[in-house]
Nanobody, 124 residues
Framework: QVQLVESGGGLVQAGGSLRLSCAAS????????MGWFRQAPGKEREFVAA????????RYADSVKGRFTISRDNAKNTVYLQMNNLKPEDTAVYYC?????????????????WGQGTQVTVSS
């Protein structure tokens, strides 16, 4: 099982940008589909973005399409989430997760390992 540690969260004004990173332990990072999810207070955890092992297949939630970019560096065992034009409704704890699927998957049950999360707060 892979261990995941997120970083890069913080407080930013609306319209600003943040880049989240998720560092994975182990030598098999390149065999996992990776995803980002978020959970706002009182709400269920929701899908944000996912990327397959090679990076060829990527999928975004409609709410972040055109503003967020997911990428990965298999040599560094790291997946990133570049977040631009942030909105107050993007405020949440952001989690990265890994999946053994070879396809892009978007449900929480498709992911096996989770990080501890990093807080993103967007002020208006």
């Amino acid at each position: 099982q892979v261990q995941l540690v997120e970083s890069g969260g913080g407080l930013v004004q609306a319209g600003g940008s943040l880049r989240l990173s998720c560092a994975a332990s182990g030598r098999t990072f390149s065999s996992y589909t990776m995803g980002w999810f978020r959970q706002a207070p009182g709400k269920e955890r929701e899908f944000v973005a996912a990327i397959t092992q090679s990076g060829r297949s990527i999928r975004y939630a409609d709410s972040v399409k055109g503003r967020f970019t997911i990428s990965r560096d298999n040599a560094k065992n790291t997946v990133y989430l570049q977040m631009n034009n942030l909105k107050p409704e993007d405020t949440a704890v952001y989690y990265c997760a890994s999946s053994n699927s070879w396809r892009v998957v978007i449900t929480t049950t498709s992911f096996d390992s989770w990080g501890q999360g990093t807080q993103v707060t967007v002020s208006s």
